[in-house]
């Protein structure tokens, strides 16, 4: 298997446009998850898909950001309108979690730069 | 919800000595610790876990301990090299989701 499949890898956005992050989980895991991390706030969990419904966003910013989850191979983060403060590395990962929580596999990130 | 605090924020040791990273946690129902390795510019990897039915787990060169009544867990490298360099997240999870500490950057001086 690939692992986890993110695009892009590299985003470069003026503020007020809107970026679409995408993602590929493994073949055959069941839970999502989308983190943000940057220096000064570490690794935050945004939200977490399982079997390809929405568990729990409360790590979701604000209204600006949303994910979406439409099959078990795809999901995207959507920021509309950007701001130069949601400048950070966007994980995807994906786990097999049958009872509780798993090892997670992380993607290998977007770096996204909102100037 | 589940808080979890890492310590030290930094960790410089000679290559060969033993390296320990501490974390706490705050919720009682958390049964699933995990550690990650990133290295830089790179994604976090997890490197070894332990669940709440467990004290002690081992793996070569690393090893993880867990307290369930103090409610922490550690990590102890032992015998450190230079490519155990990079940054160290542990986590805590009682659900599907992981809590992470803020990470703990580890220099091995040669």
């Known amino acids: 298997d690939a692992g986890v499949i993110q695009s892009p890898r590299h985003e470069v956005t003026e503020m007020g446009q809107e970026v679409t992050l995408r993602c590929k989980p493994i073949s055959g895991h069941n839970s999502l998850f989308w983190y943000r991390q940057t220096m000064m706030r570490g690794l935050e969990l945004l939200i977490y898909f399982n079997n390809n419904v929405p568990i729990d966003d409360s790590g979701m910013p604000e209204d600006r950001f949303s994910a979406k989850m439409p099959n078990a191979s795809f999901s995207t983060l959507k920021i509309q309108p950007s701001e130069p403060r949601d400048s950070a590395v966007y994980f995807c990962?994906?786990?097999?979690?049958?009872?509780?929580?798993?090892?997670?596999?992380f993607g290998p990130g977007t770096r996204l730069t909102v100037t | 919800g589940e808080n979890v605090e890492q310590h030290p924020s930094t960790l410089s040791v000679q290559e060969g000595d033993s390296a320990v990273i501490k974390c706490t946690y705050s919720d009682s129902a958390s049964n699933y610790f995990p550690w990650y390795k990133q290295e830089l510019g790179k994604r976090p990897q997890l490197i070894i876990d332990?669940?709440?039915?467990?004290g002690e787990k081992k793996d070569q060169r690393i090893a993880v301990t867990l307290n369930k009544t103090a409610k922490h867990f550690s990590l102890h490298i032992t015998e450190t090299q230079p490519e155990d360099s990079a940054v160290y997240f542990c986590a805590a999870s009682g659900s599907y989701q992981l809590t992470f500490g803020k990470g703990t950057k580890l220099s091995v001086i040669p």
């Open positions: 990962a994906s786990s097999l979690a049958l009872q509780g929580a798993d090892e997670q596999y």
């Open positions: 332990i669940r709440s039915n467990v």
